[in-house]
């Protein structure tokens, strides 16, 4: 199978998957992360009744024109209204009923004195400046009207969105499942962390880390362990994977070697099977794509930094548009490259990078490694695109830098 550009992997990822989005019901007290999955209207006005934005008395406003400091009007105090609790009557012309800050108006006030421009001796109240109509209140769906768009579909929910919906009473939210990936990892040089390590192992890198990225863009896991180059094996772990997995993260075993069993193993698992085996990039050449019973199963090379490089430009965005969110471009910064960078010709190239600053300029310092290292990985702060019909990205060249 030929390599494939990036763009070309995608549509026939597009072609032959068709997934589903998938809703349910969650409490308010467990959806932040979570995305909404249709449109959330207010079912009732924020304030839900009018409200004294101070301490002072309720009044009707006309009841106060042409108050001053010489002529003051003369209103009766009726009764009182403390925040928590309801007004036990309605106002009358001439009356006037005290409330504290947050307090409901009651019916026929539509304005509040401050208690500094009023004196009162007994029920009787002195009002020494005039109010306008509305004044020190908070109206009835001012901040909310009942009806509303409160929160619109594809909204991720944030602190600010649970505190918004908490305040018109919703208590359950209609939100995408949360997609569960199966990550597993092949290779007979593989050892468990926790466990001593043999001459001639290395720890399992690949599982740890792809689980922390999933969970950390709000997917689910399900780590299936590891696997040694034996092809019943490697079939057994996949299809327990595909039982109640959306999609399957299989690292290791995507190259050409006799012992890279992967493309095998998915090609004999049912149509169509494997429709992209390499892509036209480096590092990730050896990346294989399959869909397997209308699961998406994506195998990534072996080497840590290449393995991380690839689920960043191909697995991330399309997680990102099962959990509901489309795919969204990465942050990116400009920066500058601090030195000359070069690249082979005719393959599309990723360099992972670190961010300094000089003076009042950032730039670009490639981190050149191996793509078996994983410091250079954690190292970074994210990574650059060289096309493939460029060879050399000149000093101080602009450059778009891809954080993560």
């Known amino acids: 199978m030929k390599l494939l550009s990036l763009e070309e992997a995608r549509q026939r990822i597009h072609t032959?998957?068709?997934?589903?989005?998938?809703?349910?019901?969650?409490?308010?007290?467990?959806?932040?992360?979570?995305?909404?999955?249709?449109?959330?209207?207010?079912?009732?006005?924020?304030?839900?009744f009018d409200r004294s934005k101070v301490d002072g008395y309720a009044v009707k406003a006309e009841d106060t024109f042409g108050a001053n400091e010489g002529e003051p009007r003369t209103l009766r105090v009726m009764f009182q209204v403390a925040v928590g609790s309801m007004p036990i009557r309605l106002l009358n012309v001439g009356e006037a009923a005290y409330v504290t800050t947050g307090a409901a108006l009651p019916e026929g006030a539509n304005a509040v004195i401050m208690v500094e421009y009023t004196h009162r001796?007994?029920?009787l109240l002195q009002v020494y400046k005039a109010v306008a109509p509305g004044e020190n209140v908070l109206r009835r769906g001012s901040d909310i009207a009942k009806g509303s768009i409160l929160l619109t579909a594809l909204t991720r929910l944030t602190p600010k969105e649970i505190g918004l919906m908490a305040a018109v009473g919703i208590n359950e939210v209609p939100v995408f499942k949360r997609p569960i990936v199966a990550i597993l990892s092949t290779g007979p040089e593989l050892v468990e962390t926790g466990l001593p390590l043999p001459l001639g192992k290395v720890y399992d890198v690949n599982s740890y880390t792809l689980m922390a990225y999933v969970e950390a863009i709000g997917c689910q896991y399900k780590l299936l362990g590891l696997v040694p180059d034996s092809f019943e094996e490697l079939s057994f772990k996949i299809r327990e994977g595909l039982k109640d997995a959306d999609v399957v993260v299989v690292s290791g075993g995507t190259s050409k070697g006799e012992t890279d069993l992967l493309p095998s193993v998915l090609s004999s698992m049912g149509r169509p099977g494997v429709i992209?085996?390499?892509l036209s990039i480096k590092p990730g050449k050896p990346t294989v794509i399959a869909v397997v019973n209308g699961?998406?199963?994506?195998?990534?090379?072996?080497?840590?930094?290449?393995?991380?490089?690839?689920?960043?430009?191909?697995?991330?965005?399309?997680?990102s548009s099962l959990l509901g969110l489309g795919v969204r471009k990465p942050l990116t910064v400009k920066a500058k490259a601090a030195i000359r960078m070069h690249s082979a010709k005719g393959r599309r190239e990723f360099k992972f990078v670190r961010l300094?600053?000089?003076?009042?300029?950032?730039?670009?310092?490639?981190?050149?490694?191996?793509s078996e290292s994983i410091s250079t990985f954690a190292k970074a702060d994210g990574y650059v695109e060289i096309p493939e019909n460029v060879e050399l990205i000149e000093e101080e060249e602009t450059l778009e830098v891809y954080m993560y």
Do not use: M
């Open 16 to 48: 032959y998957w068709k997934p589903s989005l998938k809703v349910e019901r969650v409490p308010l007290s467990s959806a932040v992360g979570r995305v909404l999955a249709e449109d959330l209207t207010a079912p009732i006005d924020v304030p839900p």
């Open 121 to 123: 001796r007994g029920d």
């Open 276 to 278: 992209v085996h390499g």
């Open 295 to 319: 699961k998406l199963v994506i195998g990534l090379p072996g080497n840590p930094t290449s393995a991380l490089l690839v689920f960043h430009v191909l697995v991330k965005p399309i997680l």
């Open 356 to 370: 300094k600053r000089v003076n009042n300029d950032i730039y670009v310092v490639p981190l050149e490694s191996e």
